[in-house]
Nanobody, 127 residues
Framework: VQLVESGGGLLQSGGSLRLSCAAS????????VGWFRQAPGKDREGISC????????YYSDAVKGRFTVSRDNTKGLVYLQMDNLKPEDTAVYYC?????????????????????WGQGTQVAVSA
């Protein structure tokens, strides 16, 4: 599956933004999708992920309570709704995926498990 992010931009602290991740390819409902971000001078970090059918989600402590991940498998889209944005959320945001077609797939945010990466979309939050 190939992934393309969109929806990034520049906004003020406290604002909201919704990122989209569009997937092309077959069997999208067999892929878990994760959102990672990389701030200038920092390592890439996993902030959220969603299971194949959307039943399980994960949020890092840095975004819990402010970000919401969702997906629409009929459209091949995954969303990251970001509310109450802070300057420390400034980063390039990536969506990524891994396939797990098991009857009861597990969900992980471990970066090494993810196989397909988008090109990233920039989010900049000013104080």
């Amino acid at each position: 599956v190939q992934l393309v992010e969109s929806g990034g931009g520049l906004l003020q602290s406290g604002g909201s933004l919704r990122l989209s991740c569009a997937a092309s390819g077959d069997s999208f409902d067999e892929y878990a999708v994760g959102w990672f971000r990389q701030a200038p001078g920092k390592d890439r970090e996993g902030i959220s992920c969603i299971s194949q059918r959307g039943g399980n989600t994960y949020y890092s402590d840095a975004v819990k309570g402010r970000f919401t991940v969702s997906r629409d498998n009929t459209k091949g889209l995954v969303y990251l709704q970001m509310d109450n944005l802070k300057p420390e959320d400034t980063a390039v945001y990536y969506c990524t995926s891994y396939i797990d077609a098991a009857p009861s797939p597990s969900l992980t945010i471990l970066e090494e498990e993810y196989e397909n990466w988008g090109q990233g979309t920039q989010v900049a939050v000013s104080a």
